[in-house]
Nanobody, 129 residues
């Protein structure tokens, strides 16, 4: 059974940084689409960053470009989201999501349609002004 587990959320002041981590288990696929999706109370789900673990450039929501960086450590099978210069509008529940065994990057879910196959339980990020 595939499991997706996030960690690293917390509370910070505006301008601070956090790094989220995500590990997956229960599968042996290496060519995967992985991403971070967030949802604030009363707001719709928003794709934050997506990437294809076998190569290609990651994609970001316009609101986080230049501040957030998504990366994947193949040896540790861990996805990261480095979040710098955080703003109060970045607050919300952050979900790690994955689609397994994808043929190539163009077939990955997108920022505007983050329709991944597996999701974690989420980790809370709170940014105070």
């Amino acid at each position: 059974q595939v499991q997706v587990v996030e960690s690293g959320g917390g509370s910070v002041q505006a301008g601070g940084s956090l790094r989220l981590s995500c590990t997956t288990s229960g599968h042996s696929y290496t060519n995967n689409c992985m991403g971070w999706v967030r949802q604030a109370p009363g707001k719709e789900r928003e794709g934050v960053a997506v990437m294809y673990t076998a190569g290609g450039q990651p994609d970001y929501a316009d609101s986080v470009k230049g501040r957030f960086t998504i990366s994947h450590d193949n040896a540790k099978n861990t996805l990261y989201l480095q979040m710098n210069n955080l703003e109060p509008d970045d607050s919300g529940m952050y979900y790690c999501a994955v689609s397994l065994g994808v043929h190539s990057g163009p077939y990955c879910p997108t920022i505007t349609n983050p329709d991944f196959g597996y999701w974690g339980q989420g980790t809370q990020v709170t940014v105070s002004s």
